[in-house]
């Protein structure tokens, strides 16, 4: 059996910048198996370019109200986000992040799922 297999990496790293790895359970469900892919149905919506890491766009994205101080950070005119949140606040973003992950994964395996079936229903169309 034949078994092709596309990995996607990122030109920035998964971590660092503004949100310094606070969210470890994120950057632990992206690394798995197709789970990187769930960025490229958040990514449909809004440009990836400019941010630090892969979770600093990712927690831009799902809490667009903290980009000014995501660039703050970026300009060296404001604290990262681990001295600007409380461990609860921290706790409850990560949170809604996994959930934002789980429902674009789920949502990328839908559309591919139909993208196959469409690609195997014209095959069986064009060879009757």
């Not at 034949?2 to 632990?28: D, Y």
């Not at 921290?90 to 993208?115: I, N, P, T």
Request: glycine residues 6%; positive net charge.
């Amino acid at each position: 059996m034949l078994e092709i297999r596309v990995c996607i990496r990122p030109s920035v790293p998964l971590s660092g910048g503004a949100s310094e790895s606070v969210f470890p359970k994120g950057e632990a469900w992206l690394q798995q198996d197709d789970h990187e892919n769930a960025l490229r149905v958040l990514a449909q919506s809004r440009p990836a370019q400019g941010y630090r890491s892969v979770i600093d766009f990712l927690f831009c994205t799902v809490f667009p109200w903290q980009q000014q101080a995501c660039q703050r950070f970026y300009d060296d005119k404001g604290p990262a986000l681990r001295d600007a949140s409380t461990d609860g606040q921290l706790a409850a973003y990560e949170r809604w992040l996994l959930a934002v992950l789980e429902g674009a994964h789920a949502e990328w395996c839908k559309d591919r799922r139909r993208s196959w079936t469409k690609a195997l229903r014209r095959r069986r169309e064009q060879s009757d």
